[in-house]
């Protein structure tokens, strides 16, 4: 009974498990045998410890530790390559969340877990086949293109909008603002800055210098031997002058000179080889051979404009270079050259200022300095501004031609205190002004403005004479040449009149003659006038008058507003024509009325009312 008694207090010990001990824990974790049979002794998974150790801790943090190991496996699954994630995990995992009290009681169970090796070839697989897919749309792409071509606009309709602007940005704006061409221009200007500052010139005589040092200090070669230095020196110099000789021989024949393509802007431009200049313009030197070589075929009617120029530099003005202008255009050219121009700086330029010493060339102060270098033919040529002439004026006795502005005469004006005396047998004036200065004194008699006499001629275009009222006629015409003026306004005459004409002959054109306080226009002395389309007006005197056996010939005239007769006429004169013109009936001394629009004159002489 004892034994018995031992026995079943050691049943009911049994029984009564210790729960530290092996066996203890597992009754508490319910874990058995499939069989249903206990397991053996041995130590617990990681699994069954943490289902044990939750089923102690708060439903929250088994919760959170959950979430916090299900991210690491994530993250970790993220970065193995070799471990193949399946969507029956994540589902699986998401359940463990939803339900998670049911999992605790019951006994947890095994996942099936994947192979490292699995994992891969199912990854492989999947990569294959992708891969398969895509050179399978490629081909079906590359055959649609093939058949259709490529449609740009289709492309581009497939495209986002945000993708249309990044490839109009590459397309349109990149090329042109992207950092490449900034650095391209910069790097351009700075070599376009260091070609400035360039000094050839300075560069070949330091070279020059370096090699006359060369030869001082017998540095022709490294160590040499006296015996041979003479003649190494001999063979550099030799050398040196036959590179010379070479490279004068390709500056005079322009053979260092070629042409080339410009990359950026398509155009041939010039190369100079030997200096590296680069220019856009023929060379001189390939323009003067090509004029040597014209002038070769042609002869004298192609010679080049520069040499030309120097041998009628050693002509006579008139009439040695005059002639040479009926040559052909070339020598036309040549003796029109600005060179033979003698240019009078105004007042307005300082010229009263300056000192004979301080102009060279062919300008000079005044237009008197001017006439004492001319020669026979020369040119004046008066700039816009004034020019004074003091008593007792311009004695001009040479053919002479002076311009001004030949659109405006206002502009070029001559102050003259004395008179303009012109006695050579040729000469012009175009688009000047000559007037009396304002500081004059008008009590003093003086001579004309203008005096044409001894066999002289003096042909005017555009320009104007006003005497301001000084005691003496505007111009005087005596014993001269055939003189023709057009466009020429007289005015401010004494009671001498405007124009006197003494024996010579002048033809006006398209003139006015006004404001004088005399006759407008008097011939006498066996003079020839001739008057077409003028303008006579305001006249103290007769508009025009005719006396002394003189010819006359008036066409188309207006004659009006003169205090005298239009136009007197004695009976010795001779009439070469009179026609059209127009003139008012006032003051009809001598002239017989013949209708109420026409007036007949002694020699036949028609005015139309």
């Given amino acids: 009974g004892k034994f018995n008694s031992m026995n079943g207090n050691n049943q009911e010990k049994s029984e009564d498990p210790n729960v530290f001990s092996k066996t203890g824990l597992r009754d508490i974790l ?126 581009k309709e497939s ?70 230095l003479p003649q190494q020196t001999q063979l550099y110099q030799r050398e040196r002058a036959r590179r010379r000789a070479n490279k004068l021989r390709r500056t005079l024949t322009g053979e260092n000179w070629s042409t080339r393509q410009d990359t ?99 300008i000079y102060r005044s237009i008197s300095d001017a006439l004492e270098c001319c020669h026979p033919g020369d040119t004046i040529e008066l700039g816009d501004g004034h020019y004074w002439v003091q008593e007792p004026g311009l004695d001009i006795n040479i053919p002479l031609r002076i311009v001004g502005d030949e659109n405006d005469p206002s502009h070029v004006v001559i102050e003259l205190n004395g008179s303009i005396s012109w006695k050579g047998t040729k000469g012009w004036m175009e688009g000047v002004t000559i007037r009396r200065p304002n500081i004059l004194d008008n009590d003093k008699e003086r001579s004309p403005i203008l005096e044409v006499k001894d066999n002289g001629r003096l042909d005017m275009w555009h320009c104007a004479l006003n005497n301001a009222g000084v005691g003496n006629c505007v111009v005087t015409v005596t014993s001269c040449r055939k003189s023709k003026w057009d466009k020429v306004d007289i005015s401010g005459g004494s009671a001498k009149g405007g124009l006197l004409l003494n024996g010579g002959i002048v033809e006006l054109e398209r003139s006015t003659v006004k404001s004088n306080s005399g006759t407008g226009i008097l011939c006498q002395n066996h003079g020839h006038l001739i008057v077409k389309d003028c303008h006579v007006f ?17 066409e188309r005239n207006k004659i009006h507003s003169n205090q005298g007769v239009p136009a007197e006429v004695e009976d010795q004169c001779i009439c070469n024509g009179c026609d059209g013109n127009l003139s008012d009936v006032r003051g009809l001394n001598g002239f017989q009325l013949k209708s109420k629009t026409e007036l007949l004159l002694p020699s036949d002489m028609q005015a139309v009312a």
């Fill in 159 to 228: 495209l986002s909008s945000s993708e249309r602007y990044g490839l109009t940005f590459r397309e349109e704006v990149d090329p042109y603002h992207s950092l490449f061409l900034m650095s391209e221009e910069q790097r351009m200007q700075e070599a376009a800055v260091i070609e400035e500052e360039w000094d050839v010139e300075a560069i070949e005589a330091e070279k020059a210098l370096a090699e006359e040092r060369a030869l001082e200090d017998d540095l022709l070669a490294t160590f040499p031997r006296p015996d041979i």
């Fill in 264 to 362: 950026v802007v398509n155009h041939p431009y010039w190369y100079n080889s030997d200096t590296g200049e680069a220019t856009w313009d023929k060379p001189d030197v390939l323009i003067k051979l090509e004029e040597h070589r014209i002038a070769e075929e042609k002869k004298w009617n192609a010679i080049p404009l520069k040499p030309l120029v120097h041998v009628m530099k050693f002509l006579v003005p008139y009439p040695e270079r005059t002639a040479c202008n009926f040559v052909c255009r070339q020598w036309r050219t040549a003796a029109s050259d600005i060179s033979f121009v003698r240019h009078v700086l105004p007042v307005e330029m300082g010229a009263l200022s300056l000192k004979k010493g301080e102009v060279d060339g062919n």
């Fill in 30 to 155: 319910g874990v058995k045998a499939d069989d249903g049979s206990e397991i053996e002794d041995s130590m617990p998974s990681e699994e069954q410890m943490e289902t044990a150790m939750a089923t102690f801790e708060d439903e929250e943090d088994v919760q959170a530790l959950r979430g916090a190991r299900k991210e690491a496996a994530e993250e970790l699954l993220e970065f193995d390559e070799t471990v193949a994630y399946t969507k029956d995990e994540d589902q699986e995992n998401s359940q463990d969340e939803s339900e998670p009290d049911e999992e605790n009681k019951e006994k947890p169970k095994k996942k099936p877990k994947l192979s490292k090796s699995n994992g891969t070839e199912e990854n492989s697989k999947e990569d294959e086949a992708k891969r398969i897919a895509e050179e399978e749309l490629e081909k079906e792409f590359a055959a649609w293109q093939n058949k259709v071509g490529v449609d740009i606009d289709a492309i």
């Fill in 538 to 554: 305001g006249n103290a005197g007769p508009g025009i008058s005719v006396k002394g056996q003189s010819n006359y010939l008036l």
